[in-house]
């Protein structure tokens, strides 16, 4: 049995970037990921905004946070070493009705305490601040500071950076049982079980049924499923800020825009289904294809390398807004629930919310000495310039190597990705720190490559390597035993 | 080290190696960049028989075929490069090329007349026909399973499905079947077969192996790998009809839907691109919109055959030669060459007055009589006999010089269908 003061069920970016907040106090926290790696539920498939904050109703928690959030992206990135970039987003309107809902838009986001926010009524100006806005647009909400990032990098990086500072990630350990001996936690995956003070459940679509383990049942999550498509760079649009249509209550609608790798991802849809259903609909991608098409002058909506799906945790009968509460029937239980849209937009401000929520609550806090809480960031080889290029292959061979082609990724990145702490173990995972395979072959010429150098470096049989989750093997056996070199 | 070349070749394929050695054999001095340890590309995963019977007039295996030009190759003095990334390409003030790569010694840059784009091509992926369903592992492109299998020797799965009737799809059932794994159908979306009828024969007939006409796949099934997939037949404007879903279980959907030329170092070159093909705009040298940069093979356009890869790419090899050596000539009176539906694309896209054309040519679809009339402005210059033409096949179109002296500024090709009785 592990003990711990503290443990966080769920890794994706709510309980990365807890873990990393906490991470600065003496405190023994761990988190436990079902999933092979972190960031692979709502926090892979979603758009990657830091949203104006306009949206939210005032007086929400996640209008709070989110607007929050937006503060603290910047010096977030410069921290954790993740891309982040400041890009500007317009709530784009067509007619008058559009124009009555964008006035009531900015009053909503003046009261949200959203900076420099702007109604523009002419037509010329929109397209001055983004030249690819579709021509029939007649107004905009424009938010100066909303940015974009990669959400999965910025949850990678929290998670990291948490455990440089002592936290302890267990991967690849779904929580079976919860029980409480003595107000000490005991919770149980198939590999261990863990002794603690405290539990933070931000098991996303499932942290109602994680706090029905340990018998709290105070809230519902049911789960909105949206449709997304990745597009190829070269899809006749470049660097385009987040178009959003006229928000509808369940959704912003079909938002377009340009990925920090450029790409262009439009996204998405809403609607209710079962629990843990990432499957992709074709009338969700026709309506995203229709939505961008509407939104944006120029975009070749037949480039589109990737379509997915995500869900997002909703709360039953909470506004749509954030369940971030101490259990009401269990004490040293604390919900971070309902987690949906601008969950990423508020990750950092969600972090600092539950550090003083756990504060009132009597947790025990006291600065560690030695907190470090700048993570370096990866190399990315095909971000450098010609001479370091060439300087890094002189002092490391592999990177001399490509693996991917379609996103110049090198060997040397790919390695040392594995051996990073916690270890990429997946061809997903190793994906999502390097972007070997998310080019528009889709793995297609990589993929081989990336599994045999997974099997080298884990010294596991390449049969053993795993796309993304437990049970998603890739490769049956040898075709003719016993040939293999 | 030698920085500089008249020709460089980025690709070690079958259009690679035929470049190279045609331009070594005119007198340049040339460099080959292979971004693979080891020449051959894609042939070397092709280990079926049925290349060379045009080019060799023998018939070998795709790794045999490369060994030929590999054989080649070693006599002459072109120097390879293998494992080397080309990752850009600049053009200089002296109207030169300057290619920039990278391999495990460092970063190179070596400085050229010409370069000859032989980059070959990529699959069609599952994203890019935007299948529905479960984001799965099992669902790979027929290439991939095909390196798995061919070159990694381990099996991608254990029961398939087959979208598209292309010919590596045909291939791999084909190849499957002979490796003891279980291929429960070939489904194709359109009403006829994509890939070269001998493949139709050879690879699924012979194995049993049902081929389903006007029928996709319109969902993948499963949690963690493919469990299913849902089949769907389509209407004529390809839509699927509700009703005739079918639900086939699998552990493994192939995807062989189509190639693509990969053309992103030629791009950010600024070489022109023709959406009708993907690869570069040529003209009867098969050289590019930008001056000194040649194309040839599958990143030029798909071909069915590594024969016509290497022919095409002779040609080219030559002409880079040529131009690199100062030995062009201006072309005297330069042709449009354009085509009409069903004809997909040709390529060259422009030729010359002066000279024979061979025009390369798709049909979008199968035409079962047609006579190929060419005209210039409104005076028609050929007709050819009647017969068909299809899809899987690329055509070459020869036009002697003697017509296109009557020509104005441009010609264009069209099919003239014959009522069928």
């Known amino acids: 049995m ?4 503290l443990i966080i069920i769920g890794g994706g970016i709510s309980g990365c970037a807890i873990a990393r907040e906490l991470s600065a106090y003496q405190l023994r926290v761990a988190v436990l990921e079902k999933n092979l790696d972190v960031a692979t539920g709502t926090t892979k498939a979603n758009g990657g905004i830091v949203h104006g904050g306009d949206d939210p109703q005032p007086g929400t928690l996640k209008a709070k946070l989110n607007v929050r959030g937006v503060e603290l992206y910047p010096e977030y990135a410069k921290q954790l070493g993740f891309k982040y970039r400041e890009t500007g987003s317009m709530v784009v309107g067509f007619n008058e009705e559009d124009l009555k809902y964008l006035e009531k838009l900015l ?12 109604l523009v009524k002419d037509p010329k100006r929109i397209r001055e601040i983004e030249p690819q806005c579709s021509k029939d647009a007649k107004y905009a909400v424009y938010c100066p500071h909303c940015g974009i990032v990669d959400p999965f990098e910025v949850a990678i990086a929290m998670c990291e950076n948490a455990v440089e500072n002592g936290v302890d990630f267990y991967l690849g350990e779904p929580v079976t049982k919860i029980e409480k001996k003595d107000n000490l936690f005991e919770i149980t995956t198939p590999k261990d079980t863990y002794q603690c003070t405290y539990v933070i459940d931000a098991a996303g679509l499932h942290a109602d049924d994680v706090a029905r383990l340990a018998g709290i049942d105070e809230y519902n999550i049911i789960a909105r499923h949206g449709d997304l498509l990745m597009l190829d760079k070269e899809c006749g649009v470049k660097n385009l800020m987040p178009l959003y249509p006229i928000p509808s209550p369940e959704s912003k609608g079909t938002v377009a825009l340009s990925t920090l790798a450029g790409n262009v991802i439009v996204s998405a849809t809403a609607v209710y289904r079962e629990k843990d259903d990432t499957d992709s609909y074709a009338d969700g991608i026709a309506q995203l294809i229709a939505g961008a098409t509407k939104l944006v002058n120029g975009l070749n909506t037949r480039k589109v390398i990737r379509t997915f799906a995500g869900e997002r945790a909703v709360c039953e009968n909470n506004n749509n807004d954030f369940w971030i509460k101490p259990s009401a029937t269990c004490e040293n239980w604390f919900h971070v629930a309902g987690i949906q849209s601008p969950g990423v937009a508020s990750a950092p401000a969600l972090a600092e919310y539950v550090l003083n929520m756990l504060k009132e609550n009597g947790v025990p806090f006291e600065k560690k000495e030695n907190w470090n809480p700048i993570h370096k960031e990866p190399i990315d080889f095909s971000e450098l310039s010609s001479e370091a290029q060439d300087k890094l292959i002189h002092e490391e061979p592999s990177y001399g190597k490509i693996v991917c082609r379609c996103e110049t990724v090198t060997e040397g990145e790919i390695v040392a990705a594995i051996h990073r702490n916690p270890q990429a173990t997946t061809v997903e995972a190793v994906k999502r720190r390097t972007r070997a395979g998310m080019g528009r072959c889709q793995s297609g010429f990589c993929q081989s490559k990336v599994v045999h150098i997974l099997s080298r470096e884990l010294g596991i049989p390449v049969e053993e390597v795993r ?10 056996g040898e075709v003719k035993e016993g040939v293999t070199k | 080290m030698k920085t500089n070349y008249d020709v460089i070749v980025i690709g070690g394929g079958p259009a690679g190696m035929a470049a190279a050695i045609e331009a070594d054999k005119k007198g340049a001095q040339v460099a080959l960049v292979e971004r693979n340890e080891e020449l051959g590309g894609i042939l070397n995963q092709c280990i079926h028989p049925g290349f060379g019977l045009k080019y060799f007039k023998e018939e070998l295996t795709g790794p045999e075929y490369a060994q030929r030009l590999i054989n080649e ?11 080397s990334m080309v990752l850009e390409i600049n053009h200089l003030e002296n109207g030169n090329h300057l290619v920039s790569f990278i391999n495990e010694e460092g970063r190179l840059s070596l400085e050229t007349k010409a370069i000859v784009l032989a980059m070959g091509c990529r699959e069609r992926t599952r994203g890019e026909i935007k299948i529905p369903g479960a984001r799965v592992a099992g669902v790979y492109t027929a290439g991939l399973a095909q390196r798995y299998i061919n070159m990694d020797n381990l099996k991608p799965g254990t029961r398939f499905v087959i979208l598209g009737s292309g ?16 291929v429960e159908g070939v489904y194709e979306l359109m009403p006829y077969a994509n890939g070269l009828f001998r493949n139709i024969k050879n690879c699924l007939e012979d194995f049993g192996i049902p081929l389903h006409l006007s029928t996709t796949v319109t969902r993948v099934i499963g949690k963690d790998r493919v469990e299913a997939v849902e089949v769907t037949k389509v209407d004529e404007n390809l839509q699927p009809i509700d009703g005739t879903q079918e639900i086939i279980p699998c552990d493994t ?11 992103e170092i030629s791009s950010k070159a600024g070489v022109a691109l023709n959406p009708a093909t993907n690869g570069a705009i040529v003209d009867d040298n098969f050289e590019t919109s930008v001056k000194g940069i040649f194309s040839c093979g599958n990143v030029l356009h798909v071909h069915d055959l590594a024969d016509n890869v290497t022919q095409e790419a002779e040609k080219t090899g030559r002409n880079a030669a040529s131009y690199a050596l100062g030995e062009t000539k201006e072309a005297e009176a330069k042709l449009q060459v354009s085509a009409n539906f069903p004809i997909g694309y040709t390529v060259p896209s422009t030729t010359q007055k002066n000279q024979n054309a061979s025009i390369y040519f798709r049909v979008r679809k199968p035409i079962e009589e047609a006579e190929m009339v060419i005209t210039s402005g409104d005076k028609e210059i050929f007709r050819g006999k009647p017969r068909s033409y299809k899809p899987s096949i690329m055509e070459c179109q020869m036009v002697p010089a003697k017509l296109l002296e009557n020509a104005t500024d441009e010609i264009t090709l069209s099919l003239e269908m014959k009522e069928s009785a």
């Open chain 1, 467 to 476: 796309l993304e989750s437990k049970d998603s093997w890739l490769l049956a």
């Open chain 2, 73 to 83: 190759l070693e006599k002459t003095k072109v120097e390879v490069f293998l494992s």
């Open chain 2, 167 to 182: 010919d590596i799809g045909l291939i791999m059932a084909r190849r499957l079947s002979l490796e003891g794994m279980k």
């Open chain 2, 253 to 263: 959907l192939l995807l062989s839907i189509g190639l693509i030329p990969e053309n």
């Open chain 1, 107 to 118: 009053d909503n986001g003046i009261k949200n305490g959203v900076k420099d926010i702007e």
């Open chain 1, 2 to 5: 592990k003990q711990y003061d």
